[in-house]
């Protein structure tokens, strides 16, 4: 079982930049985290469901929403079993609700779909105002 846990959402106005935090626990080895293909996901409110980014499994790929491309960056740190992720130039579309999810290995159009990960955070919301 691996459970995590997102932070650093907020209300900021459009420009500003944010960083989010998930933090994983439970069965969390640095070993067994770094096996650990990491995502973050999206939910705004009457739009599905959208992939934000992708790292996978030991740091080796990572992959961008086309919306987000530029101006987010994802990143982890297996000694402290948390993934990162650092969001510029933030707009109103950004608005919504951050979740972070994980899944053990994986590769390449695997990590695109939500119904291929495993565990998952509850959500942080994040708010940019124009």
């Known amino acids: ?6 932070s650093g ?8 930049s944010l960083r989010l935090s998930c933090a994983a626990s439970g069965r969390t080895s640095t070993n067994y985290f770094s096996s ?3 995502a973050w ?8 469901s959208e992939l934000v980014a ?12 086309d919306s987000v491309k530029g101006r987010f960056n994802i990143s982890r740190d297996d000694t ?13 579309d950004d608005t919504a ?3 972070c999810a994980s899944r053990l290995h994986g590769w390449g159009t695997v990590l695109l779909s939500p119904q291929n990960y495993d565990y998952w955070g509850q959500g942080t919301l994040v708010t940019v105002s124009s």
């Open 1 to 6: 079982q691996v459970q995590l846990s997102e």
């Open 9 to 16: 959402g907020g209300l900021v106005h459009a420009g500003a």
């Open 36 to 38: 650990l293909s990491m």
């Open 41 to 48: 996901f999206r939910q705004a409110p009457v739009k599905e």
């Open 54 to 65: 992708y790292i996978s499994w030991s740091g080796g790929r990572s992959y961008y929403g």
């Open 80 to 92: 402290k079993n948390t993934v990162y992720l650092q969001m510029n130039n933030l707009k109103p």
């Open 97 to 99: 609700v951050y979740y």
